[in-house]
């Protein structure tokens, strides 16, 4: 930060500071209570902005203005990319990223920080561990079903899809009969049964 004095006058005389009379006892006193700067009053040991530049910070100290001017960093983005931010001192490339630092052993994926030994789910089918930093993850691996996709149902909180009741029953992959059990489309004769 730089700093630049802005004119001001101790007591009465230059209008810059105000003062307020005191009685004490048989004694008239001025007690120097603040500045002006702009028509603004600004009382002792308090700090201002300038509405029209909002980067110089000015502080009242003993009757005298002091101010300062803040340094705005050099931008590291496109010209079309800095904007202005009403009340804010220095212009910002928009769209700009900060960096996050995660707590230490705990894991980042994607916006989210996850702590060190604590589990979550990426997804309804993938579970995952936060181990030293590092997610270890787990996928569910779902079973090829007899029913076409369109009619696969899924439930919530579940991972895999399955096929309604009505077509398990109608399109059923296996078959009992006399206590034996037959995969679909398999021939037989009834001596089968007797044996």
Known sequence: MSSKGVGGTRGGG?????????????????????CRINGQEVA??????????????????????????EACPVLHCPKERIVSVLGECCQQCNG???LIEPPKGSCMLGSAIHLAGKSYHLDRCTHCICQNGTSVCRRTACPVLE???EK????????????????EKEFKTTCTVGG??????????????YY
């Open 147 to 149: 029913c076409p996709p």
């Open 96 to 98: 700009s990223r900060r």
């Open 180 to 193: 034996h059990t037959y995969e679909a489309s398999t021939k037989f004769t009834h001596m089968d049964f």
């Open 14 to 34: 230059g209008g810059d500071t105000f003062a307020d009379t005191l009685c004490s006892g048989d004694i008239l006193q001025n007690v120097e209570t603040g």
């Open 152 to 167: 696969q149902l899924s439930t919530p909180g579940h991972c895999c899809p399955h096929c309604p009741l009505r077509w």
């Open 44 to 69: 002792r040991e308090k700090e201002v902005t300038i509405p029209e530049d909002p980067c110089l910070k000015c502080h009242c100290e003993n009757g005298l203005m002091t101010c300062t001017k």
